[in-house]
Nanobody
């Protein structure tokens, strides 16, 4: 079964750092984009960052310069390094994959979401 697993520390004081991880089951022949979203209580889910299969990276304006996304292809893991965290970064963080191809098992990576990781930043 193919699934995403998110992990990482969940709470920190303002100004601190956390690193989230997003790991997939091993699919050696698949290439895919990985996107991080977050959703705060009472707010809509919002885009945070994306790393495309070809390596192009994008960030939302609210996290650019503070967050860094990276990928370890050998470990099938994408990391979201979050620095300079502020209380407004408090949210449930989700990762999602979208494959370049729908052939074989790669299709299971389409719109595949992690279970979510709660990040809490205290002032």
């Amino acid at each position: 079964q193919i699934h995403l697993v998110e992990s990482g520390d969940t709470s920190v004081q303002a100004g601190g750092s956390l690193r989230l991880s997003c790991s997939t089951s091993r699919l050696a022949s698949c290439t895919y984009d990985t996107t991080w979203f977050r959703q705060a209580p009472g707010k809509e889910r919002e885009f945070v960052s994306r790393i495309e299969s070809g390596g192009r990276i994008s960030y939302s304006a609210s996290v650019k310069g503070r967050f860094n996304i990276s990928r370890d292809s050998d470990k099938y893991t994408v990391y979201l390094q979050m620095n300079g965290l502020q209380p407004e970064d408090t949210a449930m963080y989700f990762c999602k994959t979208d494959p370049d191809s729908f052939e074989g098992d790669c299709r299971y990576l389409y719109d595949l979401w992690g279970q979510g990781t709660q990040v809490t930043v205290s002032s």
